[in-house]
């Protein structure tokens, strides 16, 4: 069992960066993959990156590639998201999720069904 707790949402104006956290509890942090979703109102729930458990490889969604960052550091038992040139399209809540098998995969990691844990989200609202 982990616990997930995203911090560091906010209004930021179109162009601006945000930086996201998600603090895990429980000692078996470094063996998740780790992935960020985001809901729009009225929209379904979408993927947006992706971490293997050493964080060597990720993976994004093209709407956010190039734009946004993911990274984790173990020791802290933390992943955060770094999300810079922010457009009014990213206004969202924005999840942080655990995958237990460790798995990283091309579609696997993509897929909301991939992962057992999840954070109660923080909100991004960038105006325009």
């Known amino acids: 069992q982990v616990q997930l707790v995203e911090s560091g949402g906010g209004l930021v104006q179109a162009g601006g960066s945000l930086r996201l956290s998600c603090a895990a509890s429980?000692?078996?942090?470094?063996?998740?993959?780790m992935g960020w979703f985001r809901q729009a109102p009225g929209k379904e729930r979408e993927f947006v990156t992706a971490?293997?458990?050493?964080?060597?490889?990720?993976y994004y969604a093209d709407t956010v590639e190039g734009r946004f960052t993911i990274s984790r550091d173990n020791a802290k038992n933390t992943v955060y998201l770094q999300m810079n040139s922010l457009k009014p399209e990213d206004t969202a809540v924005y999840y942080c999720?655990?995958?237990?098998?460790?798995?990283?995969?091309?579609?696997?990691?993509?897929?909301?069904?991939?992962?057992?844990?999840w954070g109660q989200g923080t909100q991004v609202t960038v105006s325009s």
């Open positions: 999720a655990a995958d237990p098998t460790g798995i990283l995969g091309t579609y696997r990691s993509r897929t909301r069904a991939a992962y057992d844990y």
């Open positions: 429980g000692r078996t942090f470094s063996n998740y993959v």
């Open positions: 971490i293997s458990r050493s964080g060597s490889s990720t």
